[in-house]
């Protein structure tokens, strides 16, 4: 079966095999921070890179590998945890102002 034929709707995957690996061309406009050196993906920073590495890797790994993977990885759920910090105010001052502007809407006889 073709990489195509997988992509159509109602394609049974699990008799496919394995998938076709990820497209990894490099655009005219883009530079290459880093490639990982036991496949030889490219990738936008050596963080991502890290972090491929550590988990397509992981038996291959060098101990600096391991200990870059590690601090990638804890530098990643930093990241993700501000970020989910940061959607929670959003939502709660959204909640708020919709609250405010019912309670606006109700006083004034608008509805």
């Given at each position: 079966?073709t990489?195509?034929?997988r992509?159509?709707?109602g394609?049974?995957?699990?008799?496919a095999?394995?998938?076709?690996?990820?497209?990894?061309?490099?655009?005219?406009?883009?530079?290459v921070a880093?490639?990982?050196?036991?496949?030889?993906?490219?990738f936008?920073?050596?963080?991502?890179?890290?972090?491929?590495?550590?988990?397509?890797h992981?038996?291959?790994?060098?101990?600096?590998?391991?200990?870059?993977?590690?601090?990638?990885?804890?530098?990643?759920r930093?990241?993700?945890?501000?970020?989910?910090l940061?959607?929670?105010a959003a939502l709660g001052?959204l909640?708020?102002?919709?609250v405010?502007?019912?309670?606006?809407?109700?006083?004034?006889?608008?509805?």
């Amino acid at each position: 079966m073709t990489y195509h034929e997988r992509m159509l709707p109602g394609a049974d995957h699990r008799d496919a095999g394995e998938w076709p690996p990820p497209e990894t061309r490099v655009r005219a406009d883009e530079t290459v921070a880093a490639a990982c050196p036991h496949c030889g993906r490219p990738f936008a920073t050596r963080e991502a890179r890290d972090l491929h590495v550590g988990d397509r890797h992981a038996d291959a790994c060098s101990a600096a590998e391991r200990d870059a993977y590690e601090a990638a990885r804890d530098d990643e759920r930093e990241t993700l945890f501000y970020f989910h910090l940061r959607v929670v105010a959003a939502l709660g001052v959204l909640y708020a102002v919709t609250v405010l502007l019912y309670m606006v809407a109700l006083g004034g006889g608008v509805l």
